[in-house]
């Protein structure tokens, strides 16, 4: 009897030992785990796209509001001018260009309304489309 316990014994031990190494088998562990840092690689690329797309959203609102405060402020030296301020003069910026159109009275004004208008800051070129009423 106590023969056969210990042979019992012995191929329980075995048995549990070749489970044990059964489980240790690391294949499907590994592929998930290489799956989970595929995708977490994929969600940081996505990521680190959206985050640029943001950015550069933000840099286009931040020029729009650069072109705004550009056409504000030529606008308003534009009023300030006693040789200008009875002229209506339309002013348009995009990035940085001011376009002035509109009619005056003479050539002194159209060089007046440029110079204003290169005077303010960030303004990067002016195109004047002024021109003299008669």
């Known amino acids: 009897?106590?023969?056969?316990?210990?042979?019992?014994?012995i191929m329980l031990m075995f048995t549990v030992v070749f489970a044990l190494a059964a489980c240790q088998d690391d294949r499907p562990a590994?592929?998930?785990?290489?799956k989970v840092d595929?995708?977490?690689?994929?969600?940081?690329?996505?990521?680190?796209?959206a985050g640029a797309a943001v950015v550069k959203s933000a840099e286009n609102a931040?020029?729009?509001?650069?072109?705004?405060?550009?056409?504000?402020?030529v606008k308003a030296d534009i009023l300030q001018d006693p040789l200008l301020k009875v002229f209506e003069i339309d002013v348009v910026t995009t990035d940085g260009v001011v376009k002035l159109g509109g009619t005056v009275d003479a050539k002194?004004?159209?060089?007046?309304?440029?110079?204003?208008?290169?005077?303010?800051?960030?303004?990067?070129?002016?195109?004047?489309?002024?021109?003299i009423k008669k």
């Open 1 to 9: 009897m106590k023969q056969i316990f210990k042979v019992f014994c």
């Open 62 to 73: 931040g020029d729009y509001m650069d072109d705004t405060a550009i056409t504000a402020k």
């Open 30 to 34: 590994e592929k998930a785990g290489k």
């Open 108 to 131: 002194p004004s159209i060089d007046r309304a440029t110079e204003i208008a290169r005077s303010v800051k960030d303004v990067k070129s002016v195109q004047n489309n002024l021109v």
């Open 38 to 49: 595929e995708t977490t690689q994929k969600v940081g690329d996505k990521m680190e796209k």
